[in-house]
C-alpha cells in the first residue's frame, strides 16, 4: 500500500488536491457562494454526461439540456405528488432520464452526426413547450415550487463539530452535488478506462474498423446515448434541489447550447475537462456582466443592452476562437504545455549528463 | 370544408417560407456537407437591417434587395473569417464553430437591435381575397410569390449556369474541381453568401430543419415540397388536434423530423447515401 501510494504519478497527487480543496474551500467562502459553487458542480455533471456522448463515443447532441428538464422534473413530480424525500428521487430521476436516454438513442443510431445534431437540436427546442402541457402533472407555465431543504441532523451536528459554524442550506446542497460529482466523475473515471469506454472510442474513430474488430456498434451507441443521459437527469434532479423551483423556462434551448460550450471548453474526451467545463459555462455569463463599466455618464440603456448581450457574444466569440485554435479546450492546453515543459527539462537534463535521447524518427 | 380549405391555404403560407429557409440549409448542405446552425440568426440580423432601412423611410422595394446584399456580403464574409480556417476539421467543430457563431450573432442583434420585438411592416396590404371559397390575405399571397421567384432563380442558378455548375462540383469533389482549375474555397464562400441571402427572406428554424429532412437534405426540389407538406400539416394539426393546439405546434415539427429519419432516413427526394468501405 505504501509503496503504491509512494510511487503514484502525478495526476493522482492532483486528483488528491482538487478533491480536499472542493470538500474544503466551501466552508471559508459564503453560503451564498457555495450555493453559486453547487450549480457549477451541477453544470459539470451534465457536461461530463455530454462529454461521454460527444468525446468519448462521437455522437453530438444539442439537446442535453431536454434531459436535464426530465431528470429535473421526475424529481419534482415524485416529490411534490408523491411526497417522497427529494433525496431519494435523485437517484430514481437520473435511472428514468438514462431510459429515455436510451430509447432515444435508438432512433439515432440511424444518424450520421449531422442529422443527430438536428434531431437532438429540435428534441432540446421542443422542450419546453411540450412539459407545458400536461399542466395536472408539470404545473404548466407556473412550474412546480419544491419544499424548502431541509438539513439533516446528523450532518448539521458533524459540520458543526468540523468548523464550528451552522451548516446553511445552500452549504448542504454543495456537499449533496459534491458527493453526487464525487462518484458520478469517478464512475465515468472507470468507465472509460475500461471495455465499454475502449469500445466507443474505438466507433468514434473507425465505426468500420470497430465492427470488423467484433464490436458491438449498436449496443455501445445506444449504452453511451443512455449513460449520457443519467448524468443529465441526476444533474438536473439536483438543480430542482438547488434552485427550489423549476419551471419549462429552466430549461431553454441556451442551457443545451451552454453545456455543450463547457463541454468542449474544458477539453472533450477528457476527466477534468468537464469539471473546468462546468466552472467556465456557469461563472462566465456572471462574471462577464461585472467586466461592464458602470461610469455614471453611460446611459443605464446601454449597460443593461451590454449585460443582457455579453455573454451571448462572450459565449460566441470564445468557442469560435477555441475552435480554431485549440479544438482540445482547456485540458488540451494544459497538456501540450505540460509535455513540451517535460520535453525542455528532460532536453536540459540530458544535455547535461552527455546522454542523447534517441531520435523519434530512427527508431 | 371552408374552414379547412383555409387552413390549407395559410398552411401553404407559412410553408412557403419554412421552404425558403429549407432550401438555404439544402444549399449550404450542397455547398459544404454542413448545416448552418446560424442560419436561424443571420436571417433575424438582415431581417432588423431591412426594418432599420424601411424604419428610416426607404421603400420596401429598395431596402429588400440592398438587405439581399448586406446579407449576401456577410454570408461571405463569415465563411472567409469564421469558416475557412476549420474547413477541414471534423463536423463536430464545424457544427460547433456555427453554434458559437448563432449565439454571436444572437447577442450582436441584441446589443445593436435590442431585446423588444417589434412587428415588420409588410409591403402588402392585410386585406383578403376570396379565393376558391377560402379567404387570402393578400400579406401571405405575397409571402408566397416572393419565396417562389426567390426559389425559381435559385434554381435556374444552380442547375443552369456555369457558376452552379461549378459551385456544386466544388463542393462534391474538392480535389478533382481544383485540378480542372475551380477556386474551390471561393466557390464555397459564393455558396455561404447565397445562402445567407436566400435566408434573409425568412425566419424559424425547426420547421425548416423539419422540411430539409423530410425533403431529403441534399435536394432543393424536396426542400420546397418538405416545406409546403410541413406547413400545411403543422397548421391543420393545430386547428384539428386538440392536444396539439397553439403551442405544441412545434413538437409536430420535432415528430416529423424523428418519423422521417426512423422510417425514411433519406427523405422523399434524397438517393440512399453509399459508404464506402
Known sequence: ?363 | MQEFLQQIVSGIASGGIFASLALALVLIYNAMGLVNFAQGEMAMLATFIAFTLVDHGVSYWIAFPVTLVVAFAGGILVQRIVIRPVERAPILTLVIVTLGLATLVNGVAGFIFGYVPRSFPSPFSAQTVNLLGAFVSYRDLGVIGVSTVVLLLIYLLLQRTTIGLTMRAAAHHPEASRLLGVHVSWMLALGWGLASAVGAVSGIMVYAFAAAVLGGIESPLGAVVGGLIVGVTVNLAGAYIPFVGGDLQLAVALAIIIAVLVIKPNGLFGRPSVRRV
Open chain 1, 1 to 363: 500500500m505504501l509503496q503504491r501510494i509512494r510511487t503514484a504519478p502525478p495526476r493522482y497527487w492532483l486528483v488528491v488536491v482538487v478533491v480536499l480543496f472542493f470538500a474544503g474551500f466551501p466552508t471559508v467562502i459564503s453560503s451564498f457562494q457555495a450555493g453559486q459553487w453547487a450549480l457549477a458542480l451541477i453544470l459539470a455533471i451534465a457536461i461530463m454526461g455530454l462529454n461521454i456522448l460527444v468525446g468519448y463515443s462521437g455522437q453530438l447532441s444539442l439537446g442535453h439540456g431536454a434531459f436535464m428538464a426530465f431528470g429535473a422534473y421526475a424529481s419534482a413530480i415524485l416529490a411534490h405528488r408523491y411526497k417522497m424525500d427529494y433525496l431519494v428521487t435523485i437517484p430514481i430521476a437520473g435511472l428514468l432520464t438514462g431510459m429515455v436516454g436510451f430509447l432515444f438513442g435508438v432512433p439515432a443510431l440511424r444518424l450520421s452526426a449531422l442529422y443527430l445534431a438536428l434531431a437532438t437540436f429540435a428534441l432540446a427546442v421542443v422542450m419546453p413547450s411540450l412539459i407545458k402541457r400536461p399542466v395536472g402533472l408539470t404545473g404548466g407555465v407556473q412550474g412546480i415550487s419544491l419544499p424548502p431543504v431541509v438539513v439533516p441532523q446528523l450532518a448539521k451536528d458533524g459540520f458543526t463539530m468540523l468548523t464550528g459554524s451552522a451548516m446553511t442550506s445552500d452549504q448542504w446542497v454543495y456537499y449533496v452535488t459534491f458527493a453526487y460529482a464525487l462518484v458520478l466523475f469517478w464512475l465515468a473515471w472507470n468507465l472509460v478506462r475500461h471495455r465499454a469506454g475502449r469500445a466507443m472510442r474505438a466507433i468514434r474513430d473507425g465505426e468500420v474498423a470497430a465492427a470488423a474488430s467484433g464490436i458491438n456498434i449498436s449496443g455501445y451507441k445506444t449504452l453511451a446515448f443512455g449513460i449520457s443521459a443519467l448524468y443529465a437527469g441526476i444533474a438536473g434532479s439536483l438543480l430542482g434541489l438547488a434552485t427550489g423551483y423549476i419551471s419549462p423556462d429552466t430549461f431553454p434551448v441556451s442551457l443545451s447550447i451552454q453545456l455543450l460550450v463547457g463541454a468542449v471548453v474544458g477539453g472533450l474526451a477528457s476527466i477534468p475537462g468537464p469539471l473546468l467545463g462546468g466552472i467556465f459555462a456557469y461563472f462566465l455569463p456572471i462574471e462577464s456582466n461585472q467586466w461592464v463599466p458602470t461610469q455614471t455618464w453611460i446611459p443605464s440603456q446601454i449597460v443593461a443592452t451590454v449585460v443582457k448581450a455579453g455573454p451571448a457574444v462572450t459565449y460566441g466569440v470564445v468557442l469560435i476562437l477555441l475552435m480554431i485554435f485549440a479544438p482540445n479546450g482547456i485540458v488540451g492546453l494544459a497538456t501540450a504545455g505540460y509535455n513540451r515543459l517535460r520535453r525542455r527539462l528532460r532536453g536540459a537534463a540530458d544535455r547535461e549528463s552527455g546522454h542523447m535521447p534517441p531520435d523519434p524518427q530512427t527508431v
